[in-house]
């Protein structure tokens, strides 16, 4: 049986649609057999560097805004529609699992219309747009986080991939310290501004290993692929070490040498929950703050602290705090833990495979 993933972007999206394509090759369903469906963003380089195929279909997104371009949206999406049924129908596509980002609609649309059993992921407390508009075709809708707002359905949370999920720190610790020319000693902190990086980040840590005045400390700057070459580390503090790279494919070291983080408040959050990293959130700004609202659910869970963009000059009093109280720490990394659903990559696999069979 055959499989579509809608997954485009950014790694909010097409990381978690990975997590459940990992799973169902781990129940047996050829990587062949899984199509995941993009345009030419993120999803471009990295989901065929994963061994998948990928169709790429054009799609201007929506703005956001009045603009005479929303008028052309209609015809652009019905094209894409119609290149991504063909598709299906080519592979004898039996499920169809939509995580949410631009290319949801045309690929829900073509499901629909070919009777394929369509399944929506939602990775936010608030709906984003897209998932708004085709849940009225899903025939289930599954959600990361109760009371999801503008959007009812299963809550099976969040999915992640088994080397996050499985992760031994103390195993990799060692390995990730090496790759990352790092010592045992100090405190490391990860940062991380999504998987296309976030310059306010980059800007606020940069500032921060400048003036710090705390104890030593190490960082593990993961800055953008785009964005890495605008970071400089020549005037940080003699007391920071700091390594900066562009995008890491090995999350499972950086989590595994990261005490704490600096993260947004999408993937990164659910990544250092269910390692069990303590964590301080700053939601971007973009697509409505529906960050902030996912930020507060877990802060709520007193498994993080939050720093919104207009207070990033708080953040190294708020991170030097952090890091003197080791007792909180644990205690946010164990809260973290009880806030997420470590199996959801799985349950939604199953999910898929039993749709299928029904539809075979």
């Avoid at 708004?132 to 025939?139: G, H, L, N, Y």
């Avoid at 400048?210 to 003699?238: C, F, I, N, Y």
Wanted: net charge positive; hydrophobic share 45%; aromatic share 4%.
């Amino acid at each position: 049986m055959s499989f579509a993933i809608a997954a485009a972007g950014t790694g909010g999206h097409i990381i978690p649609g990975l997590a459940v394509a990992e799973q169902l090759v781990a129940k047996g369903v050829g990587k062949d057999r899984i199509l995941f469906i993009g345009g030419n963003r993120m999803e471009a380089d990295l989901i065929p560097g994963e061994g998948y195929p990928l169709l790429q279909i054009e799609l201007q997104g929506l703005v956001r805004s009045l603009s005479a371009r929303n008028l052309r949206i209609p015809g652009v999406v019905w094209r894409a529609a119609g290149a991504a049924g063909r598709a299906l129908l080519d592979r004898q596509v039996k499920a169809v699992l939509c995580m949410g980002s631009y290319v949801t609609v045309p690929v829900a649309l073509a499901a629909r219309r070919l009777g394929i059993s369509l399944y929506l992921h939602e990775q936010n407390v608030e709906a984003g747009l897209a998932n708004r508009f085709a849940k009225r075709w899903a025939d289930r809708s599954l959600l990361s986080f109760p009371r999801t707002k503008g959007m009812a359905g299963e809550v099976v949370g969040y999915p992640l991939r088994s080397m996050l999920t499985n992760l031994d720190k103390s195993r990799v610790r060692t390995e990730g310290l090496e790759r990352y020319r790092l010592s045992e000693q100090p405190t490391t902190v990860g940062v991380m501004g999504g998987s296309l990086g976030a310059k306010v980040i980059n800007e606020a840590v940069t500032a921060l290993a400048a003036s710090w005045s705390g104890p030593p400390l190490q960082m593990v700057h993961l800055a953008g692929d785009r964005k890495r070459d605008s970071v400089t580390t020549e005037e940080d503090s003699p007391a920071v070490t700091r390594r900066v790279l562009g995008f890491e494919h090995r999350m499972d070291l950086f989590y595994g040498v990261s005490d704490l983080v600096i993260t947004r408040a999408g993937a990164g959050l659910m990544e250092a929950a269910v390692t069990g990293t303590p964590s301080i959130l700053i939601p971007g700004s973009f697509a409505g703050k529906h960050q902030l609202s996912n930020a507060r659910a877990v802060v709520g869970a007193e498994a993080a602290l939050l720093v919104e963009e207009s207070d990033l000059g708080s953040l190294g009093r708020i991170l030097e705090t952090l890091l003197a109280d080791s007792p909180r720490r644990t205690r946010m990394g164990q809260a973290a833990i009880k806030a997420v659903q470590p199996g959801a990559a799985s349950t939604i696999a199953d999910m898929l495979m039993d749709g299928a069979d029904a539809a075979s």
